[in-house]
C-alpha cells in the first residue's frame, strides 16, 4: 500500500488546515488508522486515530478539541482537520495504519506533508 498525505501549508495561528491521505494499492477499510507528526529535531509523535468503521477515534491531549479525524472508506481516504492551531503544530504530518490501537503504527510511512504555524 502507498500512503500520500497531502493539504499541508503556512497558515497563521488561529488558522485551519485540513489534512487527506490517500491509500492506493489496497484499502485499508479494515485497518484503524492514524495521523503521526515529527517536528524538526524531534521524534515521531502520535497526533490521532481511527478505528476502521470511523466509529471511534482517539486523540494526543496536545491536540484534543482542536482536531477532528474522519476517513472516507469508499474512496480509500482519511482526513485530519485542524482547528485553532498552533505554532506547536508545526510538523511533517503522516498518516498509517495502526498496528495497535490507538497509537502504534505499523512501520511504514508514506511522504508526509508539511505544516507550519506562524505566529
Known amino acids: 500500500v502507498q500512503l500520500q498525505a497531502s493539504g499541508g501549508g503556512l497558515v497563521q495561528a488561529g488558522g485551519s488546515l485540513r489534512l487527506s491521505c490517500a491509500a492506493s494499492?489496497?484499502?485499508?477499510?479494515?485497518?484503524?488508522m492514524g495521523w503521526f507528526r515529527q517536528a524538526p529535531g524531534k521524534e515521531r509523535e502520535f497526533v490521532s486515530a481511527?478505528?476502521?468503521?470511523?466509529?471511534?477515534?482517539y486523540h494526543a491531549d496536545s491536540v484534543k478539541g482542536r482536531f477532528t479525524i474522519s476517513r472516507d472508506n469508499t474512496k480509500n481516504l482519511v482526513f485530519l482537520q485542524m482547528n485553532s492551531l498552533k505554532p506547536e503544530d508545526t510538523a511533517v504530518y503522516y498518516c498509517?495504519?495502526?498496528?495497535?490501537?490507538?497509537?502504534?503504527?505499523?512501520?511504514?510511512w508514506g511522504q508526509g506533508t508539511q505544516v507550519t504555524v506562524s505566529t
Open positions: 498509517t495504519a495502526i498496528r495497535v490501537w490507538p497509537a502504534t503504527p505499523y512501520d511504514y
Open positions: 494499492g489496497r484499502t485499508v477499510s479494515g485497518y484503524g
Open positions: 481511527i478505528r476502521s468503521r470511523g466509529g471511534i477515534t
